[in-house]
């Protein structure tokens, strides 16, 4: 199984200086970045097949794959996992159509 973070698990500094300090913090950002890129495709991706199942006569959203998501991030991130696969979730639903266009 992938590595999952166990609750309470805090490293150690390397050095206990401020070039250490902002080393970290510039890796931090890094990770950010790619992070951010990393959501921007699953969104992506997820309104794509979204709008696939739509095309298909299928229902927009699959609740057994949601639901398997959030097991996933839930037990590889603990409680908080079930946050963010929610948050992912709802960023990946395709926008609506402003009202005017609805009508």
């Known amino acids: 199984m992938p590595e999952s973070v ?3 698990d805090l490293p150690r500094p390397l050095q206990p200086t401020e070039d250490a300090a902002d080393e970290a913090a510039e890796k931090l950002d890094a990770l950010d970045e790619q992070l951010i890129a990393q959501l921007v495709r699953r969104i992506r991706l997820g ?6 199942r739509r095309a298909a006569g299928l229902p927009t959203t699959s609740l057994t794959q949601e639901n398997a998501m959030l097991r996933r991030y839930v037990a590889r991130l603990g409680d908080p996992g079930a946050g963010i696969a929610l948050a992912i ?3 990946s639903r395709p926008p609506s159509a402003p ?3 609805r009508q």
């Open 6 to 8: 166990p609750h309470g």
């Open 99 to 101: 009202a005017a266009e």
């Open 47 to 52: 309104r794509g097949h979204q709008l696939s």
């Open 89 to 91: 979730l709802e960023l």
